[in-house]
Structure formats: C-alpha cells, structure tokens
T-cell receptor, first 117, second 112 residues
Framework: GAVVSQHPSRVICKSGTSVKIECRSL??????MFWYRQFPKKSLMLMAT?????????EQGVEKDKFLINHASLTLSTLTVTSAHPEDSSFYIC?????????????FGDGTRLSIL | KQEVTQIPAALSVPEGENLVLNCSFT??????LQWFRQDPGKGLTSLLL?????REQTSGRLNASLDKSSGRSTLYIAASQPGDSATYLC???????????FGKGITLSVRP
C-alpha cells in the first residue's frame, strides 16, 4: 500500500531555531501534499496545500513567511518553521494521495512532534 | 463552510461489544468520506474510504456507511477488541484530491 514517510518524528530545540520537516511519498507520486497541525485533543487543522513546482496555497490565518513550504519533486515536500517560538510547539502531519489514481484515499505520515523551549 | 461533528468525544465499551461511531457533516456536496484511526502520538491510518456515490464500505470487522443527503456516516466495529482502542477520525473531501475537513475524533477505549 501507499506509504508516506515523515521525518523527523520529534524535534526539541531552542526558541529562534528554524526547523525543517520532510514528507516523502515512498511508492507513488504526489503532485499535491497537505500539511496539517494538531493541538492536544483537537482536530487536524489544514495549514497549507503543497503543489509540486508551484507556490503553496495557505489557509486563512497561516503565516506563509513563518511556515515555508517547498515541493520540488513529485515525492518530496518540506515544511520549514522559521524562527520557531514556544507557541509553534505542536504536532505536524503531512498527507498525500497517488496522483496517478483517481478517487484514492489520503495517506498520512507518522507526524512530527515539535517542542520549542 | 463544511463542518464535521463527531459525538461523543469519548467512548468506553467492554471487549466483544459491537459499536457504532457517528459522524455528521453540514454540506452534503462531498466527494468522498474517509475514516481514520490515530494512536496516541502517531499519525493517521486510513481505515475506509467511501465515495459520494457509494452507500457503504467494509474491511474486516469494520463497516462504514454513508447517507449523503442527511449528512451522516457511521463506522461499525464488530466484536471490539482492546487493540481497537484509539481515536477514530472522520473526514470529508469536497473535491478530487482535495483537502480534508476533519471532525475532532472519538476516543475509543475497549476494556478487557
């Protein structure tokens, strides 16, 4: 089955550090990937839609300069949290579906737990 | 704006019981509906996908139904096991390869 790999699984760093999270589709191609953020006991909130070869589409209220997204290939999207602060601490999850197949489910990575001290 | 609701937020049942998890959505113009499982601190595992033209999907002990006109879906779990303990999320898509709108999930605990 389709596998999405997300790395790293956990990051602990000091305030002001920039953190890059990778999302890879291992056995399929994805022109579109999605980045979500999840707060404790809350649902997943879509942050942005990552489009291969073009700019990402951000949801209302999400700072594009804060959360930089790059989707340079059909199998890799990266999310960079720039100058992270404690309020950016959260669980970040990416998802993708197989571009070559219609009506396919979204497959999710295992998430990245980001803790900013 | 699409809104997805899952009630109750938590459920505890004894092992072996059959159970139903409910999901409702406000906009019936959906492309598909997906049920996921999430274990603590982990990502999401896709359980079942129902296209808008379908009424139900089955996988093992799981059966998901969809009533698009009334904006409802149910996830039926037969003969529940302690290993089924997790949070179950319902999500709807409004277009092909489209972003998902999630409910807050139902945290299920199956007691041995």
């Amino acid at each position: 089955g389709a596998v999405v790999s997300q790395h790293p699984s956990r990051v602990i760093c000091k305030s002001g550090t920039s953190v890059k999270i990778e999302c890879r589709s291992l056995d399929f191609q994805a022109t579109t990937m999605f980045w979500y953020r999840q707060f404790p006991k809350k649902s997943l909130m879509l942050m942005a839609t990552s489009n291969e070869g073009s700019k990402a589409t951000y949801e209302q209220g999400v700072e594009k300069d804060k959360f930089l997204i790059n989707h340079a290939s059909l199998t890799l999207s990266t999310l960079t949290v720039t100058s992270a602060h404690p309020e950016d601490s959260s669980f970040y999850i990416c998802s993708a579906s197989d571009t070559g197949e219609s009506n396919q489910p979204q497959h999710f990575g295992d998430g990245t737990r980001l803790s900013i001290l | 704006k699409q809104e997805v609701t899952q009630i109750p937020a938590a459920l505890s049942v004894p092992e072996g019981e059959n159970l139903v998890l409910n999901c409702s959505f406000t906009d019936s113009a959906i492309y598909n509906l997906q049920w996921f499982r999430q274990d603590p601190g982990k990502g999401l595992t896709s359980l079942l996908l129902i296209q808008s033209s379908q009424r139900e999907q089955t996988s093992g002990r799981l059966n998901a139904s969809l009533d698009k006109s009334s904006g409802r879906s149910t996830l039926y779990i037969a003969a529940s096991q302690p290993g089924d303990s997790a949070t179950y999320l319902c999500a709807v898509a409004t277009g092909a390869n489209s972003k998902l709108t999630f409910g807050k999930g139902i945290t299920l605990s199956v007691r041995p």
